[in-house]
Every structure is written in C-alpha cells, then in structure tokens.
C-alpha cells in the first residue's frame, strides 16, 4: 500500500489546483472503511431510541413505576453515563496496541453492551416502586459503564480517520445514516418485534435480547471494518493533574465551548421531544398500534435526507447548513400542534415526513466538532480527540438528562395518568405544546448560541495549511 503524503508534503503546494485535487483523492476513505466505521453507530442509535423513545413508556405503562422515579432514574443514568466519558477518553487517548488506541475498546465492550441491554428490558414486576428504581437505576448504571467504553473512543476514532474537511462530513453522513437506522431498529421495530413476542412485559424482553445481540454484532463490525491512523507512542503519559489541565484546557477554547453549548440545547430539547413522542402519537394524534409507522417515516426521511444536507454543507459550509437546519425543525415544531385525530392519517405522515427531513441537518455539529481538533492542535501542538469528546459526550448526556428529567415531571404535571385508556382534553392540549413548542425553544436557543460560531470553512482552511507548514519547518531541522 502506498504511503499517503506527509502534511509537509501537503504543504508544498498549497495553490496548485491539480495539487489541490491530489490531495483531496488521497484523503479520501475506501468506502468500505467507511461502512464498517458507520455499522458501529448501530450501537448508538439502538441505544439512543429505546431510551428516548420507548424505555419511559415502557416503565411507566407495563412496569408500573410511577412517571417521576422512571425520570429520575434515567437522568441519575445518563449523568453517571457523561462523568466516566473524559477518563475513557483519557485511557483512550494514552492506549498503545497494535490494533491502535480506540479500537480494542470497541471488542472489549461488544458482549457486555449486549448482556447489559437485555438486563434492561427485564425489569422484575410485583415489587415495590423502590425496588423497581433501583432495578432501573442499575440496570442503566451498568450498561452506561460499558457504553461509555464503547461510545467515546469510537466518537474519537471517527475524527481521526481523515484530516480532509469534506471527507470528515462524508464520513459524519454515513455514520449518521446508521444512526438514524439504529434510531429505528431501537424504536419503531423493537415496539413491533416486542409486540410480535407478545407485547407487555415478554414481549419487552425478547425483543431486548435480540436488539442486544444486534449491538454486539455492530460493535464487532466496526472494529475489524474500520482503520485507525497511525500515532508515534507518547514517551511519558500525562499525570492524573495534566490530564484534569487537559479537560478545563479544551473549555477554553471559544469555538469549542459554542458547539458544545448549542448542541446541549439541542439535545435537551430532543430529549424531552423524544420522550413525549409515543405518548402523543397514542393520547394526541390518536394513532395507537400506528406508532411503529410513524416513527418508520419519521426516520426514514431524516435518513433520507443526509446525502441533501451533505450537499447543502459542501456548498455552503456546515455553520450556514446547520442554521438552516435548525431553522426547518423550529418551524416544524411550533406547527405540530395542529396534528390531530380529525386530520387523515396520510396528512399526519406528511407533515412527520416534513419534520424528519429537518431533523437530519442533525448530524452536522459531530463533523463540526472535527475541525476545533485541528486548531487546538495549531494552538497546543496536541492532537487530544479523547479527552475532547470526553467533555463532549459528558456535556451531551448531561443535557439529555435535563431533557428526560423534565419529562418525567411533567408528566404527572399536565395530569397523564399511566395505562389509562385515555388522557383528559386539557392533558391532551399539553402533550402536544410540550412535545412541539416546547422542544422549539431548546432549539431556537441552539441557534441563537450557534451564531456565534466562528470557525469556518475559510477559517479551517488557514489552519490547516499553517499546521502543513509548522509540520514541514520541525521536518528540515
């Protein structure tokens, strides 16, 4: 295999288009190791879509626990899910094997990603509301462990893999096409293989070990699909203190801390939509036994619509994208109340195909983040990806909780009553500002926030020919 070119030889000629073009051909990714890096998203969005979208009914409804404790638990879960992200990224970004240095933490973590899942979903019925949380508070706790070991580095892994800012967007959008895949396998066909097996509490179960099973797999394609770039071992590992000055040093950097302030809102705002999704499809649009459908087109077209969005990146940069992005999706909410039972079905399809195809602009922050890689490593002469997406994933999950939390104590709030055969009006009318409007304000706050952004494609572009050069002057000493 031939040897890709040095960013010193990058450098040499940094104007010549048919350079330029070189360039570009050689950091490029065989689409086969794209593919097999995208699989392990599976993992992710199984893992994302099952807790948003259907392990908070499913506590509420079948296992009977009350809407604040399942909230509760789930929040404390994902809070414990963020602290342990920076040390992984940390041992991720000191781990030396001849696999590379986040790719064993992708096998290591496959079987105890599927074992732990299962657990999940068999929660023990006939107990008490405190021995049911603490089931749940547990069972979270011990599938975040071994999540958190698969997540970060494999996060990690998926900027490292080019140094070319399109070809980090195209490797952003298959990853993201496999999560929206995994969102649906964890949503919409695990609620209709759980209904298969039998519905309530087996059929919960069953679809729970096979979905577990499906992660593992995942895991195990990403590892031996994927490739890892090559790094020179560091000489001395950072001390405990260094590695806490690594964590408030990437805080300092501003266009890092507007990323991950934006895209917290975002996920807060998801997270309480997600949350409320199945409970408005059955109590609000009157749609149950079709909710499965619905969350088929819903991620279908967000599926669909990333090689757009890709496009409209390419064109106008992935800050301008994002907005209009974000833009789609505040519009889309703010109407969504007006979806109800009196409408037909195919005109509720119709306007979740709308809010879908906004909803996959959503992959853009991960390809942003990327890019603040490169110019922290122009500030800092460090390429520290692990203990980055250690905050990041931290951050994120944090506002996840906030999200799911809120959730949980709206709920009881608006009067929703668990198992009732139907909510009251007044509920009803609640259940959709929440889910639409609601979820809008966390989403116009990322806008807000994102403006601010500095970090273009021009300004990317000077970063990465000031590193070439620094990189060419430490060559010729």
């Not at 959008?173 to 496999?178: K, L, P, S």
Request: charged content about 15%; some cysteine; hydrophobic content about 55%.
């Amino acid at each position: 295999m031939a040897a890709r070119p040095t960013p010193a030889a990058q450098a040499s000629a940094p104007h010549d288009p048919t350079a330029a073009t070189a360039r570009a051909r050689e950091d490029r990714l065989p689409l086969r190791i794209k593919l097999g890096y995208g699989i392990g998203e599976l993992v992710v969005g199984i893992r994302m879509s099952s807790m948003n979208l259907v392990l908070f009914p499913f506590y509420t409804d079948v296992a009977q626990l009350t809407p604040a404790l399942v909230g509760a638990a789930i929040a404390l879960g994902k809070v414990w899910d963020g602290a342990n992200d920076p040390i992984i990224g940390y041992l991720s970004d000191q781990t030396r094997t001849r696999w590379g240095r986040r790719r064993p933490y992708l096998l290591i973590s496959a079987l105890p990603l599927a074992l732990s899942f299962a657990a999940l979903w068999r929660p023990p019925l006939g107990v008490s509301q405190a021995a049911l949380f603490w089931y749940l508070f547990g069972a979270l706790f011990v599938l975040d462990v071994f999540f958190g070991f698969y997540s970060t580095p494999y996060l990690a892994l998926g900027a490292e893999m080019s140094p070319s800012y399109d070809e980090r967007t195209r490797v952003a959008a298959i990853r993201a096409v496999f999560h929206n895949v995994g969102l649906l396998l964890g949503g919409a066909i695990l609620i209709g293989v759980a209904r298969a097996l039998g519905d309530g509490a087996v059929g919960h179960a069953g679809a729970g070990s096979i979905f577990g099973a499906v992660m593992a797999v995942a895991a195990l394609v990403a590892f031996f699909g994927s490739r890892e770039p090559g790094l020179a071992p560091r000489e001395v590992a950072p001390s405990l203190r260094q590695f806490v000055g690594e964590l408030r040093d990437s805080l300092r950097l501003r266009s890092f801390r507007l990323l991950l302030g934006s895209f917290a809102f975002l996920l807060a705002g998801s997270a309480l939509n997600q949350s409320f999704a199945l409970y408005v499809f059955r109590d609000a649009m009157g749609t149950e036994g079709r909710q499965a459908v619905m969350l088929l087109v819903y991620l279908a077209a967000a599926t669909l619509s990333f090689p757009g969005w890709a496009a409209i990146a390419t064109r106008l940069g992935k800050n301008r994208a994002f907005e209009v992005c974000l833009a789609w999706s505040i519009a889309a909410l703010c109407a969504s109340p007006i979806i109800g039972p009196a409408l037909p079905f195919w005109v509720v399809l119709g306007f979740i195909t709308l809010a879908g195809l906004g909803v996959g602009g959503y992959v853009l922050p991960v390809a942003i983040v990327a890019d603040i890689f490169d110019e922290d490593e122009l500030a800092t002469g460090r390429r520290r990806e692990g203990s980055y997406f250690g905050v990041w994933t931290l951050v994120m999950k944090l506002a996840s909780a906030v999200g799911v939390a809120l959730a949980g104590f709206v709920l009881p709030w608006i009067g929703y009553v668990p198992g009732a055969a139907s909510q009251s009006p007044a509920t009803i009318t609640a259940l959709k500002l929440v889910w639409g409007p609601g979820a809008a304000f966390f989403v116009l706050a990322t806008l807000l926030v994102f403006r601010r952004f500095p970090l273009t494609r021009e300004r990317h572009v000077e970063i990465q020919q000031q590193l070439a050069e620094r990189h060419l002057a430490r060559a010729e000493r």
